[in-house]
């Protein structure tokens, strides 16, 4: 329950602080939900990583059939030398998931440090 | 334990933001590229995007609305005339700003700071010309002018107030992935991006070139291979119209003999040459030729095709003007188009104004240059080169009376020039004019006589000024700041170590060629040499003529002409150079020294109709044999030599061709026999043979394939550009399209009570690759089509056509 409240929580602040601050506000939303609620180092990791990977890829999907792929297919012709908008998605969604991760464990780890002292 | 897991996971997660923001370990900085709420997903426009919008600037000076109509062409109606052009630097930034940035960044020789070193040639050359030198001499002439300065720094102050409303997320693409912003605006950038014009339009020369040819061959071979005037010269005033003398006599300097025709060893080349087919087509039609009654006026631009287009659609109307047209992206104005009253376009006129002079530094110090008799003191312009990722550059540039020393010991453009000699440019582009004001004035034209009252500002680039009123008047003037020439000058570098050689004067405006309601019952203009030879000043060698030709033949064949007839014309594929030079290979070519494929792609291109349409295989069997012909007769006399030596012009092989079919150069002086026309007529043909063969195999032998012309964004990258579209013409043809290069926006305009336009431009009002509106116009354009050209009225606001609402006021 703990895992699926986490989540939720890291991608909505991660939504909430993207509306004012540079992207990398996700690493401190769930870093600071992880810090916030009790969860294992490796739950809050899966948490981050779950969150972000399903904000910015469902938000990409949204803006980019809005956009009948338009800019999609073309970008994803630069990046990924191939026509695949889906792709493109999926590597989204992977680059947040992965920062999204990493700052959830870091801030599980030193909350479990603080119960520990 | 824990502490440092903790450590090692933060610090991880700190690597990752700091690597994902970064250029310097990934091409791109994927994390905020990719970041849906600010990368690039931002820039993906909703198909069904709502460009309505509310706006309050305390500039403005009253209410301005906006429709936007569903080709995304607004229509601007303004309380205030200064109001209209602050909501045009508006609507430009909207939509096009990263470009509009990036032109005049290129223009001002800054390209490095945003591209990197790639651009640091072309930066040195651009501050060498002197293009940022030229720019503030114009600036100081627009805003010595109180229209001028109103009308730039209403628009400056639209383009920021645009600029200030940006923020990370909606920025241009092209700034995520280059990874810069915008700078604010200013009256210099709009002098910056005409001057950018200039240096596109107004540099046609070929003095170094030119200078080596007279070097290598002699002065009968010279004069054969460099004619003056060509035999097809139908000029822009037709021949026979009688000139008064010259106001200015012309001195040639005593020395010319010896110092300048004479021959003598030049190297330096410019890099950078625009495209010498930068020119246009433009005609008018007088009531007594038309279906209606009424003149039509039609324009078509021929310039690089890029994406977003250089051409941005308006309407802007106000109390004092309702004009409609093309705008630059850069500049206030409509440029080419129509108003309430009459219609305007332009060719360019292609006249020589930039020559080069050698000069003659005292030491290695440049401090003191030799210049009549005693030693001048040299200015210096340093000009500091930002690059990105690299330190700064500093470039030393020696100014003399004759302009800046492009070349010399420190700019050799990698071996080019030889670095021992120094030469400095002298360009009417660098002279303080205000080209802004035919604009302004043109717009706000009724009759002949605001007309003429333009075409007084028109400095540089000189151009064929086209204009057909409703009263019925049609007139062209061959408008510009031409520097008043003797026989040859500019031709070659010229010596500059005293005036002698200098431009002696101006061409004043009452001896500018012009007509005006000729008998014909047309005016037009192919950049084609605008006189004969009876005209008192001199006008340079290398100006095309076919195209010229044919206009003016359909012109005179042509009555009761409709607004169709006209977008039929200017969309015709007719090759008038191939109807000149087929019959020397029907002639020449000799059928029994081919084998039996050989004799196939002969008939084929016996037979051909003379059209370069989309699927005529004959157009490109043409283009190949007459382009391994002309090596053919020219492959001895340049071998060997660099490509820095002037070559001469098809039309002048051609012509010398059919005047004579024994031209001294047809015979191949490496060999003991002497060719003949037969030789080589066939040579040029068996040798475009395994081409051709090979472009049938891979199915390009269809010329609008094999031509594959594509219309690239301005960074080059394929998958914002549009490729291989199925669009006949070429050079020398009416529907002048190449591979990249072509009528970058059809007019056709009916001056009619109800007066009836058309128009196309091969990109879209959009200039962000992420809206449909990015290329919409593009198959329309290749198609031939045209958009009906909608001058709205203000009590049209419920019509159909209009989709958005953007009204602008100060509270």
Redesign the interface.
Known sequence: MKFFVSLLLMAALSFALGLFLPWWSIAIACFLVALTIRIKPGGAFLAGFLALFLLWGWLSFYISQQNDHVLANKVSMLVLKKKNPNMLMLLTGAIGALVGGFSALSGSLLRSMFKKA | M??F??LL??A??FG??YL??SRQYLP?P???F???????????????EDFSAQLRFPDLKGKVDVYLDDRLVPHVFAEVEDDAYFVQGYLHAKFRLWQMELQVLVAEGRASEVLGDVALNHDREFRRLGMPYAAENSLRAMEANDTTKRQCDAYSAGINAYIQSLS?ASLP?EYKLLGYTPEPWSNYKTALFLKYMSYDLAAHESDFEMTNAKNVFSKEEFDLLFPPIQDSLDPIIPKGTAFAPPSIPLRIPETADSLYFSTDSVSAASLFKPDRDNGSNNWAVAGSKTASGAPILCNDPHLGLNLPSLWYEIQISTPSFNAYGVSFPGAPGVIIGYNDSCAFGFTNGGRDVRDYYKIQFKDESRLEYLYNGEWKKTDFRIERIKIKGKPDLLDTVAYTVFGPVMFDHSYTDDGLSSGKDHYAVKWSAHNPSNELMIFHKLNHARNYADYLDACRYLETPGQNCLFAAKNGDIAIRTQGRFPAKWKGQGDFVMPGTDSSYLWQGYIPFEEIPFQFNPERGFVSSANQRPVDSTYPYYLGRDYPSPRGFIINRRLHQMQQITAQDMMSLQTDNYNVFAEMAMPIFRKYVDPNRLDEQGRKYLNELLSWNLRNDVDARGATIFAETWKSFYDSVFVDEYAGMSKHVAKPMESTLLEAILRDSSFRFIDDKRTEQVESLYNLATRGFAGALKTIIEYDQENKLPWGANKATHVDHLLR????SRANLPIGGGTHIINATKDKHGPSWRMVISLANQTEAFGVYPGGQHGN????Y?DNFIDHWAEGAYYSLWMMKKEEKTDPRVKWMMSFSNK
Not at chain 2, 34 to 48: I, K, R, T, Y
């Open positions: 824990r502490a897991l903790f996971t933060a991880v997660s990752l933001c994902l923001s791109l994927l994390g905020s990719l970041s849906p709420q600010e990368g690039f997903w931002q820039n993906a426009e909703p198909v069904d990370e693409i990258l394929p998958a914002f690759p992420g809206s449909r990015y």
